[in-house]
């Protein structure tokens, strides 16, 4: 039998013991399906996410920096350097565990960032008010790129071991079972045969 | 002696760089293409001296221009022009102030060589460099003259939210003040209404930019309100306390209608477009206004406005070459041509 790992003793208690794993095995499976196509469609839906996000941000960085060269060579220099480090370390933030089927992903929680309110001046509360919202679509896409990997890594492995289950696994072990019962009906019957044979002999015997 | 400061102006106005150079520059396709061009002009003395062509270099020496022409002017006049010019020219002496408020405001220092010093301009930076933070710097500022006259309401909202924003409108709220008291002590007689107007236009622009942040940037309208700055020309404070406080875009087009074009442009966080809307408005009206050619003290600020522009437009093309900005757009954003 290809079922490694597994000592057959092919008794009537071996086969009960064989056949409760094989219903163990196959909830395993159906719940490693539905893991599979959960982490799919969640795979699925944040691809579409980081589609979306990732086209209109390439399109966002090019204005955003565009906009940014011409403020910076309408201000001059010395006017924008005295703005921006208005801002130099305020950005802060916290990645915490979300857990999706099981799987830990990452959630980032912008904890402090560049405030535009009541901070700045004409052109440049335009500049900080666009980089900030491009660095918190540039956060979204890492984040996303990040569960993606995780997901994917993950949905890889749950996808081997379904179909180990379903192809290789259970197969074998209904084989196994399977083998197990013919070699018990066989041993019964051998039996049967045995008693029937022994009775007729003690009949005849006793006729004599 | 009004005469002889016209006169000077007048020559020294000769040597401005033409709308079609700035043009020309404008489609330049390298710094050393700037160079060779601005070596036909005032430029080539002090371009002449750099050692390494950079964006910076060549901005560093645009900028030592347009100080080294202010500076012969504040030289050149006396008495009540002088007074003026230097009150005039306290604009750079409020960016240098707001660069080191800016650097006390997060902790750092600054050197006094990279402060923009125009000759003649009386404020020593020396005790407000020493500073040790904000605070400290806000009391400095608020003991020296004239800028003591700032607003305790002002200096708490500095201090309270670490922002440079309310203490650089209160810094041009008291240029302004001191522009008009000096306008109004001396008769500058046919120009005084032409410089009034010209004012008034520059604070309307600067009131309109900072009311619009209220609805597109979500300021606080207290704190917007504490920075109007009076004596505009055609809105008063009453209307733009009622920009300030609406919500409406069309009501807020209503009330701003005289500026419509730079009110939209804001709307739609096209501020650097808007910034060079008002400018050319500015100039338009500037030129509009203008008598004759050089026979009043109104040219001279004209002068000065156009040095200002020929500075802004160059260091926009010397950036733009460098980051590599569409021309089209450069020219778009020009100033100083028509």
Redo the contacts between chains.
């Keep these: 039998m290809a079922v490694t790992g597994l000592r057959v003793v092919p008794t009537k208690g071996y086969l009960l013991e064989l056949k409760r794993r094989i219903e163990i095995i196959k909830e395993g499976y159906r719940l490693l399906s539905m893991k599979r196509d959960e982490l799919t469609a969640k795979l699925t839906n944040f691809l579409e996410q980081l589609k979306a996000v990732r086209r209109g941000v390439l399109e966002r960085v090019e204005q955003v920096l565009?906009?940014f060269?011409?403020?910076?060579?309408?201000l001059?220099?010395?006017?924008i350097?005295?703005?921006a480090?208005?801002n130099?370390?305020v950005f802060e933030v916290d990645i915490l565990p979300l857990s999706i089927m099981g799987i830990l992903v990452p959630r980032v929680k912008v904890l402090r960032e560049a405030e535009?309110?009541?901070?700045?001046?004409?052109?440049i509360?335009?500049q900080i008010?666009?980089l900030r919202e491009l660095l918190r679509d540039l956060i979204k896409i890492a984040e996303l790129e990040m569960k993606i990997e995780i997901i994917s890594s993950d949905l890889e492995r749950t996808n081997r071991i379904v179909n180990a289950l379903e192809k290789i696994i259970i197969p074998e072990m209904e084989q196994l079972a399977r083998y197990i019962a013919e070699l018990i009906e066989e041993e019964s019957l051998e039996e049967f045969t045995r008693i029937k044979l022994i009775r007729d002999l003690i009949v005849t015997r006793r006729g004599e | 002696m009004e005469t002889y400061l016209i006169m000077r102006t007048h020559a020294m106005a000769t040597r401005l760089i033409p709308p079609q150079t700035i043009i020309q520059l404008a489609f330049a396709k390298s710094l050393k293409d700037v160079v060779s061009l601005l070596a036909l002009t005032e430029y080539r003395e002090y371009i002449d001296k750099i050692e390494e062509l950079s964006a910076r270099s060549l901005y560093k020496a645009i900028k030592k221009v347009m100080i080294n022409r202010f500076g012969k002017l504040i030289d050149i006049a006396t008495g009540k022009f002088k007074e003026f010019l230097i009150e005039y020219f306290r604009i750079f002496e409020i960016e240098n102030i707001l660069m080191v408020l800016g650097k006390k405001a997060v902790g750092e220092t600054i050197s006094e060589e990279e402060l923009t010093h125009i000759p003649s301009l009386p404020f020593d930076y020396q005790r407000l460099l020493k500073a040790k933070d904000l605070e400290q710097a806000m009391k400095v500022l608020k003991e020296t003259p004239p800028y003591n006259t700032i607003r305790e309401e002002i200096v708490k909202t500095v201090l309270k939210l670490k922002t440079i924003l309310p203490i650089e409108y209160e810094l041009h709220r008291i240029r302004y003040e001191r522009l008009f008291k000096l306008l109004r002590r001396y008769e500058f007689i046919t120009v005084k209404e032409s410089i009034s107007r010209i004012l008034g236009l520059e604070i309307d622009i600067l009131n309109i930019f900072n009311v619009l942040a209220t609805v597109i940037y979500n300021f606080t309208p207290e704190i917007v309100l504490q920075m109007i700055i009076p004596n505009g020309l055609l809105l008063d404070p009453k209307k733009l306390e009622k920009v300030a406080l609406s919500k409406r875009k069309t009501e807020i087009i209503r009330l701003l209608k005289d500026y419509r074009d730079i009110v939209e442009q804001i709307m739609n966080r096209k501020e650097v477009e808007a910034y060079t809307l008002a400018q050319k408005e500015i100039r338009r009206r500037f030129i509009k206004d203008r008598i004759t050619n050089f026979t009043t003290f109104y040219d001279v600020l004209l002068y000065i406005k156009m040095c200002e522009y020929e500075f802004r437009d160059l260091s926009l093309i010397i950036h733009a070459i460098e980051y590599n900005i569409p021309r089209e757009r450069v020219q778009a954003e020009l100033i100083n041509v028509p």
């Excluded at chain 1, 060269?69 to 309408?74: I, Q």
């Excluded at chain 1, 001059?76 to 006017?79: E, I, K, L, S, T």
């Excluded at chain 1, 535009?116 to 052109?123: A, P, R, T």
């Design positions: 565009i906009r060269r011409e403020a910076y060579a309408l001059g220099p010395d006017v350097k005295a703005h480090s208005l130099r370390g535009v309110e009541d901070k700045y001046g004409y052109i509360r335009e008010y666009e």
